[in-house]
């Protein structure tokens, strides 16, 4: 007697039944229920299609709809809203429609079958999904050194101090230039002033001279730094200083072709951002670090505990750098140091013997046209007796291409069309101090913050007179104060305004003593 046709079915008989067909017992009692369901037909214990199941929807299509809205719209916004606030909308949502509520398990399920990827832009924006993306592209890889030179900046994790007073200043700009084929870094320089394209002129300057002298200077004439020479191409981001007229001018002159890494593709100067991380690590030994962030730091105190100044600081990058130089590389599979010698060939690098001559080329660029009393640049005036034959012919002539150092306005470089060379023009009024471009604009703003409209040269150089007065008198000097004075240090002492000493405070005179009169 079949088993479906029974009315039940004990164990044993199903235990029985299973043993012939090689399956579980339990199997058995679905195949009894699908026949009593059936229309007696074989295809009646054929297996059925689930309805649901792992990974799939089990719920009505119209909850279903009711969750992927509530999603898009609440979930997938930049908003950021959290899940437990998905799941409130989708309970209201589906209380209003007359629709039972879906469990919070399968809520939080369909969020973590979203794509990473869709989610993530939706929430954070496109540029957070670089990281969940290949890599797309590499740089060509050069084929001698100096082919390729990496260069970018960073402000360093560390404070440093004042040289006199030994007060925190501040945190330094760190640039670093480095050779892609044999990894060794090639310039650096390390400053107060904000990247600039004179930062860059000025770390390129670095790396195409021999380092010798620049060791001496620093007191370190047995460190090894023989890295040098000028770049084919550099390799640099997509900051506003590295598209500067006076970098694309300065490349163009020299025949350094610049390279700029695709826009939001941080990949493809993965080499520099991997040194400058490292050199970061390596300042949080140093007294004085911020740390990467203020979680790291905890309660630190950098400030109080500052103890290098710049040139210091610079001291010990140099040091640092050699030690890199003649550590195992993991890329290289030998020291920077090692496969540089191995590789360079004398007769193909190329330097510069005038560095200074290399570094007008890069320059801030200004386009002025030439006047008699000569070239008025931001209200103070240049000039020399090489200008005459242009003042004669000044109505005939456009505007000329001048060079200005940001950091010491007391000359200009004005380029000769004939020549291709630059003539170099001091003050107008010699006796002006040499100031910086910070300074300069300073005054400028301080003198129509008083309500002066004609801003004249002989009010800005007094006024600028007047506000390193109040620097140098000072008894203490701010945070702010210091880091103005480090950043016109290179100023030589000849060239600095001449010091106004406050009036001594007179002493009062002793009173005559009065004589007794003597009666007659």
Not at 113 to 130: H, I, M, N
Request: one cysteine or more; charged letters at 30%.
């Amino acid at each position: 007697m079949p088993l479906a046709s029974q009315e039940t079915v004990t164990k044993s008989e199903a235990e029985a039944a299973a043993k012939k067909l090689g399956v579980s017992y339990s199997i058995v009692y679905k195949l009894v229920a699908r026949c009593r369901d059936g229309q007696g037909r074989l295809t009646d214990l054929a297996p059925r299609v689930s309805s649901g199941g792992k990974g799939k929807p089990r719920l009505q299509a119209e909850i279903e709809k009711i969750i992927t809205e509530i999603i898009e719209s609440f979930y997938l916004s930049r908003q950021k809203r959290s899940i437990a606030v998905i799941e409130r909308e989708i309970r209201m949502r589906c209380v209003q429609a007359g629709y039972p509520a879906p469990a919070r398990n399968t809520v939080q399920a369909r969020v973590r079958s979203l794509d990473p990827v869709k989610v993530t832009q939706k929430r954070e924006g496109f540029r957070a999904t670089r990281p969940l993306l290949p890599a797309d592209g590499t740089t060509p890889p050069p084929e001698a050194p100096l082919d390729l030179v990496q260069m970018d900046h960073s402000p360093m994790d560390v404070i440093v101090v004042e040289e006199s007073s030994r007060a925190p200043i501040g945190r330094p700009t760190l640039t670093l230039a480095i050779d892609v084929f044999t990894r060794c870094i090639v310039g650096m320089l390390v400053t107060f002033e904000p990247p600039s394209a004179t930062s860059v002129g000025l770390c390129l300057a670095h790396t195409v001279c021999n380092k010798q002298a620049y060791l001496e200077r620093l007191g370190l004439p047995d460190v090894e730094w023989p890295m040098y020479g000028k770049p084919v191409s550099i390799h640099v981001d997509n900051a506003m200083e590295f598209h500067s007229e006076a970098l694309e001018r300065g490349c163009e002159q020299h025949g350094i072709t610049p390279d700029y890494r695709p826009k939001q593709q941080a990949h493809f100067g993965g080499i520099i951002e991997r040194v400058i991380g490292t050199a970061m690590k390596k300042a949080h030994e140093l007294p004085g670090t911020t740390f990467s962030n203020t979680k790291e730091r905890g309660t630190y105190d950098s400030e109080s505990r500052a103890v290098l100044t710049l040139q210091e600081l610079e001291k010990w990058l140099v040091l640092a750098i050699a030690i890199y130089h003649g550590s195992y590389h993991s890329t290289l599979k030998m020291t920077p140091a090692y496969y540089w010698n191995k590789s360079v060939k004398p007769e193909k690098i190329y330097s510069v013997r005038d560095e200074r001559a290399f570094l007008i080329d890069f320059l801030p660029v200004l386009k002025r046209s030439v006047g008699r009393r000569g070239f008025v640049l931001d209200h103070i005036t240049y000039y020399a007796d090489s200008l005459k034959p242009w003042i004669a012919r000044r109505d005939r002539l456009g505007r000329f291409i001048i060079r200005r150092d940001p950091r010491d306005l007391s000359r200009v470089w004005v380029l000769d069309p004939p020549s291709n060379q630059y003539i170099e023009l001091p003050y107008r009024s010699v006796g002006n101090p040499s100031v910086t471009l910070w300074e300069q604009k300073k005054a400028v703003a301080t003198l129509r913050e008083t309500g002066k409209a004609a801003v004249d040269e002989v009010a800005i150089f007094r006024t600028i007179e007047k506000m390193r007065l109040i620097v140098e008198t000072a008894e203490k000097e701010s945070k702010r104060t210091r880091r103005e004075n480090a950043r016109r240090s290179h100023l030589s002492q000849n060239e600095q305004c001449s010091k106004l000493m406050p009036p001594r405070n007179r002493q009062k005179r002793a009173r005559a003593k009065r004589f007794e009169i003597e009666e007659w």
